[in-house]
């Protein structure tokens, strides 16, 4: 029973916020912030990020990588998260992550050396415009033949990056190759009977990246439209395997909200104890004291869960069927009679679905609740574009609804803990 | 990260679920079993369960072996608490006692308060509840007013305590209590033993707006003592209770993570009968509880892991107690919202009416109790307090 981080994943921690902290503080992120028309990828970070390995966490060791997990990830995350790094690390690392799991040995060899060494940045583009999460939210169609149509849309980084995966759905087997070969993005005739995830070259032709431009300037953000261009299909990719990625992808940004939090928490505790107002410091009013204090709990709680979901995927065997749906058999008060009959859970077990929702819902109410309290416990400062506290506030906005916000999340909770909604 | 158990806890854990299965009444378990008895009968049952569980080997999971206990280590004590809650074994009528002033005894108690105190404790011989609260003395403790004043090898105690936690079923109370008069507040301050069978003594329970009466007041009057039953040293009774309270070690949520989720699963249950369970807001509100429940879980863990590796968790245990107080009750404001428009009748019908409706008595007296756990050992205020000036480090209310 060790429930906690181990001496190595804490120094790495340090690692991080000492390189940070020397190489990258926020007037260097401020600059990057009001550069709204750079893309946003702080390059001469980047080669110590991949001499680190902390692109490489999850890669293989014989693959050159730290061969890590995303325990390990996420205490990257969480550092970056409270630096509000801008970069495509998370990005990378997860574009990795689905090579890593789901390519040929081909792919895996290809893709997994370089991104670890930092020359080969990455990204995931698994959603188009205004789509949610999973399977409905995708607006690329994949023919039989791998020509990919459609559109992605909030894809991080998908400017600097040299590959992209990319999310598509796929026509039925029996659907006429005649059929497919007409298929263009946005036409919903042609029967879906999955999903595929897809390496696409983003300076080939047929696809376009265009800047959309967004209020986080802790990154940056990109649509991208593909007109027949040819994908390589990850072989082990399917349904499940784009809710895997999703996990974590979710456990990744539950890992920098919770990061980010506790550091605008810190920051604003130091604020207050500063800050004295009828003689004395305004953190000894029990108003503020008393809510500050809630937010500790709160981000002490995001953070068990998003450790606890780290692990959770961490041990979990890779076929967790997608989309699972509990029999839906609903009950009837007639046998209902006795409402304590239930079984008992154990305090020991682990069930990775569960607990990424779970974190991913904490983190992100935590999150926009402590960067709110941070503008508001700073008083007029804390809304000015000179301050800081926007930068946190920003970046907890969007990594909220990032991979599901919470209101998707607790659906996913109800899901397993209520049973199915009709 | 490693979330299983050693061998030898392993077994440990088979071990005591294979002894409740033999040994628990499975009447016990039935739906509102408990609150078909009157409170004296229930507390008996539970006391005799308790002393037979002791003297199986399963009492005292973590106390050296020396006074009767396991010897066994924090997790195993805490899985305990969850298998014990599992089997929805009744919960101890000792906690006083056991939490509280065992492990006090233990640190600086005497060797004959030790011998004297500790097994009979185990065996339920003697239930302890705690003096601690006054009328005018509640999460101000340092302003007891209770005294005790010196006659011979005796003291005379003379005060009143309130709040006290069975305080009609209790053979003897650890009391705060001013031995000396002249000292300012916390000093003056000693631990007494009393015993409440003791002329002088008199218990008026007082009924909680539950309409049970868990809690009592007890009133002395010129109760004698003996000096020798102080514990931790005469005048040296604030540092000792706060010794005795810091044993409040959040490890414990485990078994009240584990009671807590099987009221959620019974709310679930009755979410299900009553057709709420298709009701957006309802399934969104269940889905926000089982959150901080599981929040509450991750949390017992850690700090389970800090307490094996030796570590003083100090003022953190605010934290737990604001995160397992508030979860709880908030579970039974999102349990209203199932009840919806039939939340004032003790047995609102299913969504099918012939099934006569559901009993919900033993959740309805729960759900009022958790009115009552953000005040007691320490109100959410007082902690909120601790954590901001002792955890957060931020600057003193009462001093700027």
């Known amino acids: 029973m060790f429930f906690a981080l181990t001496d190595e994943q804490r120094a790495l921690a340090e690692t991080v916020r000492d390189v940070l902290a020397d190489r990258f503080d926020l007037t260097a992120v401020r600059a990057v912030f009001e550069d709204t028309g750079g893309d946003g990828h702080p390059r001469e970070l980047w080669r110590t990020i991949g001499d680190q390995g902390w692109l490489s966490v999850c890669v293989p060791v014989d693959q050159g990588g730290l061969g890590l997990g995303l325990v390990d990830a996420q205490v990257i995350a969480r550092a970056f998260g409270a630096g509000v790094l801008p970069g495509p690390w998370a990005s990378t690392v997860l574009a990795g992550e689905a090579v890593r799991r789901f390519g040929s040995s081909a792919q895996a060899t290809a893709v997994l050396g370089p991104l670890g060494g930092g020359e080969l940045v990455a990204t995931v583009a698994l959603r188009g415009p205004g789509g949610g999460l999973g399977r409905p939210g995708i607006a690329v169609r994949a023919t039989s033949d791998g020509r990919l149509y459609g559109m992605a849309s909030g894809v991080e980084y998908a400017a600097v990056a040299d590959l992209l995966v990319v999310a598509a759905l796929e026509a039925a087997p029996e659907t006429a190759p005649g059929a497919d070969a007409d298929a263009t993005g946005g036409t919903a005739v042609v029967p879906v009977d999955g999903v595929g995830l897809y390496l696409v070259d983003p300076c080939a032709v047929g696809v376009r990246v265009a800047p959309q431009s967004g209020f986080d300037g802790t990154t940056r953000l990109a649509a991208v439209t593909l007109e027949g261009v040819l994908g390589r299909r990850l072989p082990g990719s399917d349904d499940a395997a784009l809710a895997d990625l999703l996990r974590r992808g979710a456990v990744l940004a539950a890992a920098d909200l919770v990061g980010l939090a506790r550091e605008a928490l810190r920051r604003t505790v130091a604020y207050d104890s500063a800050r004295v107002q009828f003689g004395r410091p305004v953190g000894s009013f029990q108003a503020l004291a008393h809510h500050l204090a809630d937010l500790h709990v709160a981000v002490t709680m995001a953070e068990h869960a998003v450790l606890f979901a780290a692990h959770a995927v961490d041990s979990t065997p890779a076929d967790i069927p997608a989309n699972v749906t509990p029999a839906d058999t609903p009950a009837d008060a007639t046998e209902l009679a006795d409402p304590v009959d239930v079984e008992p859970v154990d305090v020991d077990r682990v069930d990775a679905v569960l607990a990424v929702a779970i974190a991913k819902s904490k983190a992100s109410d935590t999150a926009r609740d402590v960067t709110a309290a941070m503008i508001q416990y700073h008083g007029g400062i804390g809304y000015t574009w000179e301050h800081d506290t926007h930068f946190f506030y920003k970046r907890a906005k969007r990594l909220a609804a990032a991979y599901g916000d919470s209101g998707d999340h607790l659906a996913e909770i109800a899901r397993t803990a209520v049973g199915p909604m009709s | ?400």
């Open chain 2, 1 to 400: 990260m490693d979330l299983t158990y050693p061998p030898e806890v392993a077994d440990f854990r088979r071990e005591l679920r294979a002894w409740l299965a033999a040994e628990l009444p499975a009447a016990w378990a039935a739906p509102g079993f408990w609150t078909t008895l009157g409170e004296d009968e229930s507390f008996d049952l539970r006391r005799g369960w308790e002393r037979r569980k002791a003297l199986a080997g399963f009492g005292g999971i973590d106390w050296p072996t020396e006074y009767g206990g396991r010897g066994g280590s924090p997790t195993m004590a805490a899985l305990a608490d969850a298998e014990l809650a599992r089997a929805r074994a009744p919960r101890s009528v000792n906690p006083l006692g056991l939490t509280f002033l065992a492990p006090t005894v233990m640190a600086v108690g005497t060797p004959e308060q030790k011998t004297g105190i500790l097994a009979p404790m185990l065996r339920n011989d003697v239930i302890w509840c705690q003096g601690f609260s006054e009328p005018e003395s509640g999460s101000d403790l340092g302003s007891v007013r209770t005294r005790g004043e010196r006659d011979g090898d005796d003291f005379l105690v003379h005060g009143q305590k309130v709040w006290t936690t069975s305080a009609r079923h209790a053979d003897r109370m650890f009391a705060l209590v001013r031995t000396d008069p002249a000292a300012s507040r916390h000093r003056g301050l000693s631990l007494l033993l009393i015993d409440l069978r003791s002329p002088g003594v008199e218990v008026r329970p007082i009924r909680q707006l539950s309409g049970i009466s868990e809690f009592g007041e007890v009133f002395f009057t010129d109760v004698r003592v003996p000096a020798a039953d102080c514990v931790g040293g005469l005048g040296n009774g604030w540092a000792t209770a706060m010794l005795l309270l810091s044993f409040e070690r959040g490890a414990s949520a485990m078994g009240q993570y584990t009671d807590f989720r099987r009221a959620y699963d019974q709310i679930v249950e009755v979410a299900r009968a009553l057709g709420r369970d298709r009701d957006p807001s309802v399934r969104q509100s269940l889905a926000r509880r089982l959150v901080e429940l599981e929040c509450l879980r991750y949390h017992a863990l850690h700090v389970l892991t800090e307490v094996e590796r030796g570590r003083d968790l100090g003022f953190a245990s605010s934290v737990t107690k604001l995160q397992w107080s508030q979860a709880y009750q908030g579970l039974f404001d999102t349990f209203d919202e199932v009840l919806g428009a039939d939340v004032g009748l003790d047995h609102p019908l299913g969504e099918f009416g012939e099934s006569g409706g559901l009993d919900l008595t033993a959740l309805r007296r729960e759900s009022f109790w958790t009115r009552s756990v953000t005040i007691w050992g320490g109100s959410s205020q007082i902690q909120r307090s601790i954590v901001a000036e002792r955890v957060l480090g931020l600057p003193n209310s009462r001093l700027a």
